[in-house]
């Protein structure tokens, strides 16, 4: 029943919740953290929809933090701890792929 409820919730949240976080009002000079767009090795799991959780706690969050935001640093700040947020989510999800014997692909030009 569990799995059910994730794989819901991760089809239903990202219109939702992508539609509402605005990465047009970026700070200047902020860049932003890649996202995965798709699973490691192709292999769609649980960690992958962990992941996918994961990432939209932290887009949920930022809009949260935007709208209270009175001024410039709390802007800033939110914006912080979102890419803080999105790069953990991107570390635990290597990580527990590498343990499956998942890696990303890497590649090397001219070495």
Avoid: C
């Avoid at 029943?1 to 970026?26: Q, R």
């Avoid at 802007?75 to 570390?91: C, L, P, S």
């Avoid at 999800?93 to 343990?99: A, D, G, I, S, T």
């Amino acid at each position: 029943m569990k799995k059910w409820t994730v794989f819901a919730v991760a089809l239903a949240l990202p219109a939702s919740v992508a539609a509402a976080v605005p990465y047009g009002s970026m700070p200047p000079g902020f860049e932003a953290p890649h996202i995965r767009t798709s699973p490691i090795a192709g292999v769609v799991n649980q960690q992958w929809y962990n992941y996918k959780a994961d990432i939209m706690e932290a887009e949920k969050e930022l809009t949260s933090d935007l709208r209270h935001s009175t001024d410039r640093e709390d802007r800033w700040d939110a914006w912080d701890e979102w890419q803080t947020e999105v790069v953990d989510a991107d570390k635990d999800y290597v990580k527990e792929m590498r343990k499956k014997g998942y890696r990303s692909g890497r590649v090397t030009v001219g070495g």
